[in-house]
């Protein structure tokens, strides 16, 4: 009776890793995130800037109502500290006076955008949706 020895000149035939069940995975995952993707149009606002180019003046424009607010967040309006309250009230009353009038928010570099946001709802609340920004250092 002859014994059989394993050697390793039987196993020659190397077994490589089995990629096909890996790749199906890779697929799946693929597929899965792709339609899970949330696709989120992101709303925007549309600035125009000022240009360097100066325009001439025109004479018959009329003075727009400004607002000025600095970098502690208070808010001046007519050369006084105003409430962001109290800035609806005070365009609905300068717009009464000058009517056709437009709103200019002069805003230091460092005011709060809370503040700026506030001011310009109060704004439009105050019926003037003309609005000119600009900034200072």
């Not at 050697?7 to 089995?18: K, M, R």
């Not at 995952?29 to 993707?37: D, E, N, V």
């Not at 607002?67 to 800035?87: E, F, H, K, T, Y």
């Amino acid at each position: 009776m002859r014994i059989k020895r394993h050697s390793q000149n039987a196993h020659t035939e190397s077994h490589g890793i089995d990629l096909a069940p890996m790749l199906d995975f890779v697929i799946n995952l693929l597929i899965f995130f792709i339609i899970t993707a949330v696709f989120v149009k992101e709303s925007s606002l549309i600035v125009n800037r000022p240009t360097d180019v100066d325009q001439p003046e025109k004479k018959n424009e009329v003075e727009s109502i400004r607002i000025q607010i600095l970098n502690d967040g208070s808010i001046w309006m007519d050369n006084r500290v105003i409430d962001p309250r109290a800035v609806r009230p005070n365009v609905e009353r300068l717009s009464a006076a000058k009517s056709d009038s437009g709103v200019l928010i002069i805003a230091q570099e460092g005011a709060p955008n809370g503040v700026v946001v506030k001011v310009v709802d109060q704004v439009h609340l105050g019926g003037i949706y003309d609005i000119t920004f600009t900034t200072t250092q």
